[in-house]
């Protein structure tokens, strides 16, 4: 893979021949699949690259209960209620596997999360999107979460070791939550014809957004070659996409739903669906921060860590008492 990158052009990817020696032997480390750990000598690009990736993974881990969570208590039924309880509760879990990740490269959780604060991280462009309806949860966990297994369950053979070990966990919970929205879906499309409109209505509104959160064609991204080079990232943007689509279309087959796209279809010479074009204007708008709910969400993150001020500040005067207590018993 490395070898081809160098030979398309994609992105001004050094051959080995021309890295320094010490740049060289981490590379061919990373080409022989040889993990990277903290103490580890790596490239200043290679860290601040895992830092970026990082902590936008772990910002949309914290970010994306927001959606989910406005519905806990509107849930249809008590069991309902319960498996989204559980499920946003695992969502403040991968955010903390990941900013505890983050924290190997050197970085503080609160500088990174300051930084979402900010405005100046980033996170993923979906959890900027209203939920309207119920059946938006249950396609959130349909094709969000099954969107984000595909982006994410190669990253489980990534090249940095911390990075790589906490998406075990993360990508098996993902597949309960992935099932959990599948479910949601099937009920209302076995309901009433009311209820089969609404998973239709939340179909159309998420599809769009799921596919395009695979992040921008190939074409257009500028961190994907090199960030495959290193072993960050082991598929294009367009290959992860593909793969999404061509698995999620016979669900919604299976679902008696409509397909979102007229030019959706099975093209026999590729073994692949082809797919109507993305509104790229549209996505790179949410990215900047013009999306129907950026505002809403940093608001809501702001207000929450502005209100538990006084729970860090007691817990971290419980911890230095608990030090000065046990440095005295040592005495």
């Known amino acids: 893979m490395y070898a081809q ?53 772990a910002h949309s881990e914290y970010v994306g209960m927001l959606p989910e969570a406005n519905w806990i208590t509107r849930a249809p039924t008590l069991k309902r209620k319960a498996i989204l309880m559980a499920k946003v509760q695992d969502e403040a879990g991968h955010g903390l596997y990941l900013y505890s990740a983050v924290e190997t490269l050197g970085v503080t959780r609160d500088q990174t999360y300051q930084d979402l604060l900010s405005g100046k991280a980033k996170y993923s462009s979906i959890f900027n999107y209203p939920t309207l309806t119920w059946a938006d949860i249950g396609a959130i966990g349909w094709l969000v979460d099954g969107s984000a297994i595909v982006n994410q369950v190669p990253i489980c053979r990534c090249s940095y070791g911390p990075y790589a070990r906490a998406m075990v966990r993360v990508c098996k919970e993902e597949s309960f939550h992935q099932r959990q929205g599948f479910d949601i879906m099937v009920t209302l499309c076995q ?141």
């Not at 200043?44 to 990082?54: D, P």
């Not at 257009?220 to 593909?242: C, G, P, T």
């Not at 790179?284 to 929450?304: D, H, I, M, T, Y």
């Open 5 to 57: 990158l160098v030979e398309t052009g994609v992105q001004s990817v050094r051959a080995l021949e021309d890295m320094e020696p010490q740049e060289r032997a981490f590379q061919e480390k990373i080409n022989a699949g040889i993990k990277m750990e903290p103490k580890d000598w790596m490239p200043e690009g290679y860290r601040k690259t895992l830092v970026r990736q990082i902590s936008q993974h």
């Open 191 to 331: 309901g009433t014809p009311e209820q089969k409109q609404m998973a239709q209505d939340a179909l159309n509104r998420w599809w769009w957004p799921s596919i395009a959160m695979h992040g921008p064609a190939d074409e257009q991204s500028v961190n994907s070659a090199q960030s495959m080079a290193w072993k960050i990232k082991l598929n294009s943007n367009d290959e992860l996409r593909q793969k999404f689509i061509d698995q999620t279309v016979p669900q919604i087959e299976f679902l008696g739903l409509t397909l979102p796209d007229p030019d959706l279809k099975w093209n026999e010479t590729r073994g692949h669906y082809d797919y109507g074009a993305i509104d790229w204007v549209d996505f790179f708008n949410v990215v900047k921060g013009k999306g129907p709910c950026n505002e809403e969400r940093l608001a809501a993150r702001n207000k929450a860590w502005d209100e538990g001020a006084w729970f860090r500040e007691a817990l971290s005067a419980h911890a230095a008492k608990q030090e000065q207590t046990s440095i005295k018993k040592a005495a």
